[in-house]
């Protein structure tokens, strides 16, 4: 059974910095690239952030790009997003999912709460 | 990577078919065979519907179908069941290893 469980997220003031990970398990990690997709209180899905098998390739969406950063440990089976100078809009909850085929996200875990508050 | 334009709420009655649209460029929705759908019911994570425009996962209905024409997708639900009021988010790879959702659509059956 696929399973994905983030970790990590938190209470941080303005400007701080927090490190999500994504547990995996059920499927074989370095078969897939990964995503981060955050949904902020009562608003929609955004994605936040994507990484190719082997970390060769990443991506990310303009709100964040230049502050956040995405890394995998493939021996550790292992996603993880390093977020600097947060803000307040980076409230939200934090998914990771798994891309299959490069195009579509099949699985993702419950996410992990991030709140970004003085 | 401006969001994909959903319509905010769509409704229909039980038995009834319901369209949602999708709305991108010729960058993302328009570009790419990689459009996705997602349900989301509250509370919970979001669950794959629909891939590669029109492909049904594994263990969804053949209820729900996905189509495409020039920059706009549509996700159509058929024979509406109590169970599909939900969330339902669009998605396109946007090149350079982006994607953008669309703002989301709230189901209601009537």
């Known amino acids: 059974e696929v399973q994905l469980v983030e970790s990590g997220g938190g209470v941080v003031r303005p400007g701080g910095s927090l490190r999500l990970s994504c547990a995996a398990s059920g499927f074989t990690f370095d078969d897939y690239g990964m995503s981060w997709v955050r949904q902020g209180p009562g608003e929609g899905l955004e994605w936040v952030s994507g990484?190719?098998?082997?970390?060769?390739?990443?991506g990310y969406a303009d709100s964040v790009k230049g502050r956040f950063t995405i890394s995998r440990d493939n021996a550790k089976n292992s996603l993880y997003l390093q977020m600097n100078s947060l803000r307040a809009e980076d409230t939200a909850l934090y998914h990771c999912?798994?891309?299959?085929?490069?195009?579509?996200?099949?699985?993702w875990g419950q996410g992990t709460l991030v709140t970004v508050s003085s | 990577q401006s969001a994909l334009t959903q319509p905010a709420s769509v409704s229909g009655s039980p038995g009834q078919s319901i369209t949602i649209s999708c709305t991108g460029t010729?960058?993302?929705?328009?570009?790419?065979?990689?459009v996705s759908w997602y349900q989301q019911h509250p509370g919970k994570a979001p669950k794959l519907m629909i891939y590669?425009?029109?492909k049904r996962p594994s263990g969804v209905s053949n209820r729900f179908s996905g189509s495409k024409s020039g920059n706009t997708a549509s996700l159509t639900i058929s024979g509406l069941q109590a169970e599909d009021e939900a969330d339902y988010y669009c998605c396109s790879y946007a090149g350079d290893s982006t994607f953008v959702f669309g703002g989301g659509t709230k189901l209601t059956v009537l």
């Open positions: 590669d425009v029109s």
């Open positions: 999912a798994r891309v299959a085929s490069g195009s579509y996200c099949d699985y």
């Open positions: 990484i190719n098998w082997n970390g060769g390739s990443t």
């Open positions: 010729s960058s993302d929705v328009g570009g790419y065979n990689y």
